[in-house]
């Protein structure tokens, strides 16, 4: 709604199709993982109900770019599109019903209100209606044109580059503009009008979403007086909104640079991948126990690196903090004392040395 009000007399004849298509994609990842988490046969505990949502996740947030295909013939992509669409609206719808039933309307009016003034903080940062005409007042930021035009290359080519000739090959973390080429195709949109509106609507509420669900899985872990299933006091959420919606605007909210991580897609694709993550790896360290030593070799010497090298491929800084944390971890939990977490540690660091050789 806001896209065609500010984008009024500007937009084209596409726009509410945009529209329709982006927010049937949004909502497909949003709900599609909630409804996957709540199949009794995926849940074996009451608490780990969080790691099905990780897991659907995680799958799901990769599903456009295994199945973005240029050679399919138009019908096909179309149904395909289609078909997520309406299944993000009905999973959307179900949600929706679900939630005003079961609660009163007081608490509705609590979560809607500060939703809407949450959403409209976050699309300050990211709603780009005017993206094309920003060209004529000089006011579109350079990276949005170096963005769109390597996603561009990719699509069409399937080389990460800028489209200058005698550069084939761009050595970057290239990870987010394969997404959005792949998403591209999928939704049949263009790759500026993605970045335009698309964008904002699909990517922006994951690390949202994807750092909520690991702060609610920590706070079932840790035992403390008062402390509830699924609630999250004041505290957390004044925290919360300074840091990541930057209500007190400051230099560590800004990712360093001074401006908010959100205008950044590599590292919110990022971002939500290494949030979706740690509660995968929280579960396995409260229920290791519990798991075979084949199943342990094959998270620590396959999954952890290989989430890595995807992190990494995704967004350069979010591998940074994904390595201290690990190093981290490692000394602070002794880890150093088990040869399987050596070998981990070691795996990891060479799959980080060929990722960087290759990119």
Known sequence: ??????????????????????????????????????????????????????????????????????????????????VVCLTGYGATLYFWISFIRNNPLYRIAYVFLPAVLFSLRALSHTL???????????ITHIDHWYNIAMAQMIKTYNVPGTGIDGTPWFYYHYGSHWYMAQLSKVTNNTVPALYAVGYSIIFVPHPFQAFLHF????????????????????????????????????????????????????????????????????SFWQHQQAYSGAVRRIFLWVILPGIAAIIGFLNISVLYIFAYLAGYLFLRLRLYRRLICWISLLLAGSALIVYYCLL
């Open 1 to 82: 709604m806001l896209y065609l009000l500010l984008g009024y007399g500007l937009s084209s004849p596409d726009s509410a199709l945009l529209l329709i298509t982006c927010t049937g994609a949004g909502f497909f990842l949003l709900f599609v993982p909630l409804l996957l988490s709540e199949v009794p046969a995926w849940t074996t505990r009451s608490s780990d109900s969080t790691l099905q949502l990780s897991i659907s996740q995680m799958a799901l947030l990769f599903l456009p770019g295994m199945l973005g295909r240029a050679d399919w013939p138009g019908p096909v992509n179309l149904v395909f599109t289609w």
């Open 215 to 282: 702060s609610l899985r920590v706070r079932r872990m840790v035992p403390g007086p008062g402390n509830k299933a699924g609630y999250i006091p004041f505290s957390f959420w004044l925290l919360f909104l300074c840091i990541f919606i930057q209500v007190i605007k400051h230099l560590y909210s800004g990712v360093m640079l001074g401006y908010s991580f959100l205008e950044s897609e590599s590292f919110v694709t990022g971002l939500t991948l290494f949030f979706f993550f740690l509660p995968v790896c929280l």
């Open 128 to 138: 780009l209606p005017a993206l094309t005409e920003g060209i004529v007042a000089g």
